[in-house]
């Protein structure tokens, strides 16, 4: 199993920034791929940017541009720098881990980006 916690969110105005961590209670070397996601309330959770094993790296279209997905293995830690944030951007953003034995989600992290 791997324990996930998500960090970061906050309340930010438009155009501002925020750095979201993901720690993981695996080595992220342990790990298929940790990705990142945001769920608007009354929408479907949204896929954001995706990390995985070999240092690949994918963006949703929606964040390529702005987004920054990382790891930083001594930390098992994922992070997604955000920049040039959008009302459209405010939502509860989780992380989901994903290991042959399942998939394991954090309990989220609320950002708010005002007008």
């Known amino acids: 199993q791997v324990q996930l916690v998500e960090s970061g969110g906050g309340l930010v105005q438009a155009g501002g920034s925020l750095r979201l961590s993901c720690a993981a209670s695996r080595s992220l070397s342990a790990i298929d791929g940790i990705g990142w996601y945001r769920q608007v309330l009354g929408k479907q959770r949204e896929w954001l940017a995706d990390?995985?094993?070999?240092?690949?790296?994918y963006y949703a279209d929606s964040v390529k541009g702005r987004f920054t997905i990382s790891g930083d293995s001594a930390r098992n830690t994922v992070y997604l720098q955000m920049s040039d944030l959008k009302v459209e951007d405010t939502g509860v953003y989780f992380c989901r881990a994903r290991k042959n034995t399942g998939d394991y989600w954090g309990q989220g992290t609320q950002v708010t980006v005002s007008s």
């Open positions: 990390i995985r094993g070999g240092g690949y790296i």
